[in-house]
């Protein structure tokens, strides 16, 4: 079914088992520069998933390029703890691969204490909001043998390959962009000068190397920043990789100060893959696609139409370590998808806290996250169908024991339906096609429609309970409120309210934002109709931009707070308020909403003001449902509260706390 996918591939002479490739990611597992033991468990986990090649990295190779916020390799000294990772990563089937890493004008001044980053130029960073120091050709001589150095080092400690990031705006990049290089010497100015500084670290890399050791670059197809590189310039310096002997090209998205979306949702799935597609059709090596490959079946199309000749999964191995051997026993539908919500993986870097997975509570803590196999199982009776609860009684039955789950639904999933209703969110849904597949896979008797009582605890006789009820939508104290005629987010999402022309959501928060989005997208052309007008110019480009974003609802957000988006991430937060911006929705934030009578919004804003509209929507927030959890302690039987029964939080929250409960409590 992957013949492809599933087949090897030779790099230089290093042969690959398979196409799939875990690429290089932020971790933040050290803050000393030092590999340990979370990074060899994390690694590890996808190397015995069946990865054919695991890069590990961002390494720092010194000279001001990261600091502590990541591993490094600039001292003999690493050498071994590196050495005894990539055995580590070999032992288990893998090729192990090192990506060398310097950020340039992307340090900020406390990673490298207090001192300022350096770059091709002074040039203001809009990612770190500095000015760095401009290198020296001294400077520049200094890096590069850093760059070549760590490389040697790379094989020293038995690796199979060695990378060079030339992507996402660090310093590579910051040499090639006329955006950040106004040098005037040889290292600026014309194509040959921007390119030299690569060229140079690649051709002395080589030579001291050796003509059989890979080494890889990973690139900017288009750094997605007005006035940079974009995916016409850039197969020309594929051309000059590969001349001055890298053995295969990794082709990503732009720039971190791109406003173009990188990797959540919003990016459709394969959307960069045109950008590999254009640089393999310049280079004769491998050259392997990224961002938004989910799925195998996706994946095996890229490969078979030629467009990459492997693909990178990084997030999508985060998830589920184990999707390579999944897809090679032919059981793709137990791959735990990644559902691109960017909480864990990127949201936690941006706190500065570990990189781990909303989906996957083991991501992360492989070491000390295991489910032990239940040796005396007992009876476990789950209550809600939501995403803790399933993942619950999942995990509950993965270690032995017999679980049976209630939904009064009449079916799976809970929240999950909402979350994956709003434009891009559809990814939200292929988590209960998980589940789905984990129940029948591990047995667990499932009841839907079926509401849990007293009657039935005492019926069923069950060990212990796991009481996951959910969430209500809260009403707040406003007058009118209570009346029929404001309506809840929720009903709006499901699909079973049809608002009117001129709409209010009272509430900015995440829930409220998604809403309006929903409903702001009804009445666009869809990207079929898109690309019948575009293809047969049937439109002018700036009407087909008007039709994709103008729809058939007028909507207002009132937020009592100063600005809108509380409780979205950091790393989705701008793409929303941008699209907010994009859809034309009026946004009125610090008003204190009076009343709501037929339809009209009465608020607070300076002085008392009013609106009227067809249709109000409250999405102020939610609150625990614990029908049966208030009654559970006077049963005499063990149990648990996990998910919104707790309190109303994300799906990251939900899934974890269920792992844990079942892991700690089982």
């Known amino acids: ?21 875990f690429p290089a990611m932020g971790l933040l597992y050290s ?24 890069t590990v990295g961002p390494i720092g190779i010194g000279e001001l390029g990261v600091g502590a916020a990541a591993p490094s390799i600039a001292s003999d000294d690493a050498v071994p703890s590196f050495s005894k990772l990539a055995q580590k ?3 288990a089937g893998a090729k192990a691969w ?10 900020r001044p406390l990673q490298i204490g207090g001192q300022i980053p350096i770059a091709p130029s002074a040039v203001y960073s809009n990612f770190t909001r500095l000015v760095p120091r401009e290198m020296s050709i001294a400077d520049i001589k200094k890096v590069q043998q850093s760059y070549i150095r760590c490389a040697e080092r790379v094989m020293e400690a038995g690796f199979d390959g060695v990378e060079i990031i030339a992507s996402a705006g660090y310093l590579i990049c910051q040499f090639l962009s006329p955006l950040t290089n106004k040098r005037n010497d040889e290292y600026g100015g014309s194509f040959d000068n921007r390119v030299r500084f690569v060229r140079e670290i690649i051709e002395q890399m080589r030579q001291r190397l050796g003509p059989d050791f890979p080494i890889t670059i990973r690139m900017a197809g288009n750094d997605f920043v007005p006035g940079s590189n974009t995916d016409y310039d850039t197969p020309e310096f594929a051309r000059v990789y590969e001349k001055a002997g890298v053995d295969a090209i990794s082709v990503t998205g732009g720039w971190h100060e791109s406003h173009v979306p990188q990797l959540p949702g919003d990016l459709p799935r394969g959307g960069f893959v045109y950008l590999a597609r254009s640089i393999k059709e310049a280079v004769s090596i491998p050259v392997m696609a990224s961002n938004r490959i989910p799925d195998p079946f996706l994946a095996e199309q890229i490969l078979q139409e030629g467009s990459a000749d492997m693909i990178n999964l990084a997030r999508v191995l985060m998830a589920d370590p184990y999707w390579p051997l999944k897809t090679l026993k032919g059981k793709p539908a137990q791959i735990r998808p990644c559902i691109a919500c960017l909480q864990g993986c990127m949201d936690e870097l941006f706190n500065f806290r570990p990189s781990i997975c909303a989906v996957n509570a083991r991501t992360g803590f492989e070491g000390e996250r295991k489910i032990k196999k239940a040796q005396d199982p007992i009876r476990v009776l789950v209550i809600g169908a939501g995403p803790a609860g399933l993942e619950a009684a999942y995990r509950a039955a993965q270690a032995g024991h017999n679980v049976e789950i209630y939904e009064k639904a009449r079916q799976i999933g809970g929240q999950l339906w909402l979350a994956g209703t709003p434009p891009h969110k559809q990814d939200f849904l292929k ?30 006789k069950p060990d212990h309970i796991i009481a996951a009820e959910g969430a209500e939508i809260a009403v707040p104290a406003i007058k009118g409120f209570e ?4 309506v809840s987010a929720w009903e709006v999402l499901k699909g079973n309210i049809i608002p009117g022309k001129k709409i209010a959501i009272i509430g900015g928060g995440a829930v409220g934002l998604e809403t309006a989005l929903f409903l702001a997208s009804k009445g666009t052309i869809s990207p079929e109709t898109l690309h019948f007008l575009f293809r047969y110019e049937a439109e002018k480009t700036e009407r087909l931009r008007e039709l994709i974003c103008k729809g058939a609802h007028e909507v207002t957000v009132f937020e009592m707070l100063p600005a809108i988006g509380k409780g979205l991430g950091r790393s989705t937060r701008w793409i929303v308020l941008d699209n907010i911006h994009r859809y034309e929705l009026k946004v009125i934030t610090e008003a204190k909403i009076i009343e709501v009578k037929n339809g009209e919004v009465w608020f607070e804003k300076g002085s008392l003001q009013s609106l009227k509209f067809d249709t109000v929507i409250n999405a102020t927030g939610s609150k625990p449902v614990r029908k049966i959890a208030q009654m559970l302690g006077t049963t005499g039987i063990p149990y648990s509260v996990i998910g919104d029964s707790v309190r109303p939080a994300g799906i990251m929250e939900a899934i974890h706390q269920a792992y844990l409960t079942v892991m700690e409590n089982l």
Request: proline share 2%; hydrophobic share 40%.
């Open 31 to 54: 803050f000393d520069e030092k590999l340990n033991d979370r990074h060899e468990n994390f690694y590890l986990e996808r190397a015995r998933g069946g990865t054919g090649i695991i």
């Open 483 to 486: 009346n029929p005629d404001v």
């Open 431 to 460: 988590l209960i096609s998980f589940y789905e597949e984990m129940l029948q896979l591990y047995k667990v008797s499932t009841f839907l429609g079926r509401e849990v009582t007293s009657d039935l605890i005492n019926q069923r």
């Open 89 to 91: 990563i070999q032992n």
């Open 98 to 107: 090192v990506q060398l890493y310097h950020a340039g004008a992307y340090v």
């Open 1 to 21: 079914m992957f013949k492809t996918l599933l087949s090897p591939i030779t790099i230089n002479k290093t042969v690959i088992k398979n196409r799939i490739v």
